[in-house]
C-alpha cells in the first residue's frame, strides 16, 4: 500500500455542491498537510496539522474546511467554491510538524474541477 | 519576493544527454534546508534529496548529483544520461529554521526526455 493514499482521484462539482477530499498516510507520521497545485504557480500550502492541532493556516477562504481526526487521516471540506479553485489538491505527510528538515510524502492528488 | 527560482520553465533532451535544473534561492536564515522533488504525470511528488545549509558537500545518487553552492544561492540539479522515465516536473524547494512547517517550492521545471 503507497504511503500516502488521497480519494477521490478526480472530482467534479457545482459551485453550490459540498464534497470532501480524503486523505490517509500509512507512514506512522505526525504532521499532514493540504497544498493547492494551479497551473504555473508555485504549490500553495493551505494547512498544516502537526499531532492533530492545526499549526500553519495560510489566510485561506472559509469555503475550505479542514479536519484531522487523527494523526493518519486529514480531510479537507469543500461548500460553495468558486472556479478559481480548480487545481490539483496534493496532501502530504511527515514525520513532525515541526522539524524544517523533514522531508514530506505526497499523495498522488485530487484533481479538482469546478463547473 | 519569490524565495525559489526555477528559471528553466521547460526542458527537452534527447535521451542519453546530461542535463542540469537550476534552483536559486533566497533566505536570511542561517539553517535552512533544499529539496528536490520529481512529480511524474500521475501526480505524486517523490522526495529525491535533502540538503541541510552546513553542509555543501555536493552528492551523487546514481545518474542523479546535486551542486549546493551557499555564495550563489544555487542547488543545481543534474540528471546525467538521462532517460524517458526521467520525464516529470522538477520541484525545487525551500525550508527556513528547524521548527518551520512552511515548504516554499519554485514554479518547476519540465523535463522532457526524447527517446
Known amino acids: 500500500e503507497t504511503g500516502v493514499t488521497q480519494t477521490p482521484r478526480h472530482l467534479v462539482m457545482g459551485m453550490t455542491n459540498k464534497k470532501s477530499l480524503k486523505c490517509e498516510q500509512h507512514?506512522?507520521?505526525?504532521?499532514m498537510y493540504w497544498y493547492k497545485q494551479s497551473a504555473k504557480k508555485p504549490l500553495e500550502l493551505m494547512f498544516v496539522?502537526?499531532?492533530?492541532?492545526?499549526?500553519e493556516n495560510n489566510s485561506v477562504p472559509s469555503r475550505f474546511s479542514p479536519e484531522c481526526p487523527n494523526s493518519s487521516h486529514l480531510f479537507l471540506h469543500l461548500h460553495t467554491l468558486q472556479p478559481e479553485d480548480s487545481a490539483l489538491y496534493l496532501c502530504a505527510s511527515s514525520q513532525t510538524g515541526t522539524g524544517g528538515d523533514q522531508p514530506q510524502h505526497f499523495g498522488d492528488g485530487t484533481r479538482l474541477s469546478i463547473l | 519576493a519569490q524565495k525559489v527560482t526555477q528559471a528553466q520553465t521547460e526542458i527537452s533532451v534527447v535521451e542519453k544527454e546530461d542535463v542540469t535544473l537550476d534552483c536559486v534561492y533566497e533566505t536570511r536564515d542561517t539553517t535552512y534546508y533544499l529539496f528536490w522533488y520529481k512529480q511524474p504525470p500521475s501526480g505524486e511528488l517523490v522526495f529525491l534529496i535533502r540538503r541541510n545549509s552546513f553542509d555543501e558537500q555536493n552528492e551523487i545518487s546514481g545518474r542523479y548529483s546535486w551542486n549546493f553552492q551557499k555564495s550563489t544561492s544555487s542547488f543545481n540539479f543534474t540528471i546525467t544520461a538521462s532517460q524517458v522515465v526521467d520525464s516529470a516536473v522538477y520541484f525545487c524547494?525551500?525550508?527556513?529554521?528547524?521548527?518551520?512547517?512552511?515548504?516554499?517550492f519554485g514554479t518547476g521545471t519540465r523535463l522532457t526526455v526524447i527517446p
Open positions: 507512514l506512522g507520521h505526525n504532521a
Open positions: 524547494a525551500l525550508s527556513e529554521a528547524p521548527g518551520a512547517n512552511n515548504l516554499f
Open positions: 496539522y502537526s499531532l492533530e492541532e492545526r499549526v
